[in-house]
């Protein structure tokens, strides 16, 4: 990620302000204030519902805003809507992919719809083929492809036009864990190597914490909260400190003092909730000492971002901090 984190200070691939939309009277996006760094993997994380889909529609000029305004890279959505859709690529939660045509045949489609001449359209399809490893299924037709290799095929189709900015809107749904992992890796490369902008919506954490740089919380057509995923975990509680012991009697007499936390008589382990915080972790010594109890090996585990996500829109998780008065 440095090569994306060193472009990022370079310029702004996307930004919007004011954004708002509602069907029927009802608001689906009640405000929106983006800001994506160009050369990066930006992620909307949310729930079903939450306005992901409106906000990847109305960036990529599929649908118009109520209110707001947006450019992106450098075009305003509104007044230079052909520029914008010269610039940008977009994969959608279903297929697009034409399931009579062969693989090939798809991508040649889209060199076709692009305007590009025979000669470069089908280097630049020969090409797509190699990067996503689906040279040997060329001449098969689309509906033969597994789901992981259809969902690669999505993928490649929008980069026939070499976009700058990448719109991604479920990716990986469906696709069993390792094609997940495979199309993980291929959007990181288009980053690191092509300095792409991605833009992710998502409602996998996992996801999220595996490749994007800034990670933007939505519910109800809200964003809660912006930051990378390190930043946003120090934000809430969920954290836990992991003590493990030589013996019984030394778990037992520590879970005693402390009062708090889970043990587990197996392991010899006693894991207490905790904010990461320095003065956290020296009052776990603190007691510890004063109780004559020394622990064979002390870990800190950080928040998750299920623990970010849960609080942030109003599900927190059911932990609190040990007193140690």
Request: negative net charge; charged residues 25%; contains cysteine.
């Amino acid at each position: 990620m440095a090569a994306a984190t060193a472009r990022a200070g370079l310029s702004t691939a996307i930004t919007a302000t004011g954004l708002r939309k509602s069907y029927g009277g009802k608001p689906v996006l009640d405000g929106i204030d983006l800001s994506v760094a160009e050369g990066t993997v930006f992620a909307l994380l949310g729930p079903n519902g939450a306005g992901k889909t409106t906000t990847v529609e109305i960036l990529s000029t599929l649908v118009a805003p109520d209110a707001g305004e947006v450019c992106v890279v450098g075009h305003d959505l509104l007044r230079e809507a052909d520029d914008v859709r010269a610039a940008i690529g977009v994969t959608g939660q279903f297929s697009a992919v034409d399931s009579l045509l062969t693989t090939e045949e798809n991508l040649i489609l889209m060199a076709d719809l692009h305007h590009l001449g025979r000669r470069e359209g089908r280097a630049r399809a020969r090409d797509l083929l190699r990067r996503f490893d689906l040279t040997e299924a060329a001449r098969k037709p689309a509906r033969t492809l597994s789901g992981g290799m259809r969902r690669r095929l999505d993928l490649a189709m929008p980069l026939v036009g070499e976009p700058r900015v990448l719109f991604l809107d479920e990716p990986t749904t469906g696709l069993d864990p390792r094609s997940r992992r495979t199309v993980w890796e291929i959007v990181r490369d288009l980053v690191d190597d092509d300095g792409v902008t991605v833009f992710l919506a998502t409602q996998h954490l996992d996801e999220a914490d595996r490749l994007a740089d800034r990670i933007a919380v939505m519910d109800q057509g809200r964003l809660v909260a912006e930051g990378s995923a390190e930043e946003l975990k120090r934000r809430v509680p969920g954290g836990r400190i992991r003590l493990r012991f030589a013996d019984a009697h030394d778990l037992d007499t520590a879970a005693r003092r402390f009062g708090a936390g889970s043990c587990d008589s197996e392991a010899l382990t006693l894991d207490l909730p905790s904010d990461g915080s320095v003065p956290t972790l020296r009052a776990v010594l603190d007691v510890l000492e004063a109780a004559s109890v020394e622990a064979e090996a002390l870990t800190t585990h950080p928040p998750g971002l299920d623990d970010v996500f849960h609080t942030l829109t109003g599900r927190p998780c059911p932990q609190r901090l040990w007193a140690t008065g």
